[in-house]
């Protein structure tokens, strides 16, 4: 069984920064894919970074240039350093893993970290 936690998330000023860490723990497990999602109120659920199965990165078009994603794979972890934040960035922050186990591939959500933009 794989587990995943975020931390990181708070009330932070517009224009400021916030760093989200997520951490992956388990046995025999390998990452295939790790990054952000978040969700607003009243909103989809919608992509912020990613590290996709294929490689590389990806970013949603809200954030590209402003947020940045980070790996320590010899964590399993993933870090989301998000900067001129807007009232906008205020959501719920998810991170997501895909990972292989021996009966398979398995998805894995975290609780999710609260980020609030707000003067």
């Known amino acids: 069984q794989v587990q995943v936690v975020e931390s990181g998330g708070g009330l932070v000023q517009p224009g400021g920064s916030l760093r989200l860490t997520c951490t992956a723990s388990?046995?025999?497990?390998?990452?295939?894919?790790m990054g952000w999602y978040r969700q607003a109120s009243g909103k989809q659920r919608e992509l912020v970074a990613v590290?996709?199965?294929?490689?590389?990165?990806e970013y949603g078009d809200s954030v590209n240039g402003r947020f940045t994603i980070s790996r320590d794979n010899s964590k399993n972890a993933v870090y989301l350093q998000m900067n001129s934040l807007e009232p906008e960035d205020t959501a719920v922050y998810y991170c997501?893993?895909?990972?292989?186990?021996?009966?398979?591939?398995?998805?894995?959500w975290g609780q999710g970290t609260l980020v609030t933009v707000s003067s």
């Open positions: 997501r893993t895909g990972v292989t186990l021996a009966e398979g591939y398995v998805e894995v």
């Open positions: 590290f996709p199965e294929g490689g590389g990165t």
């Open positions: 388990g046995s025999r497990f390998t990452i295939n894919a």
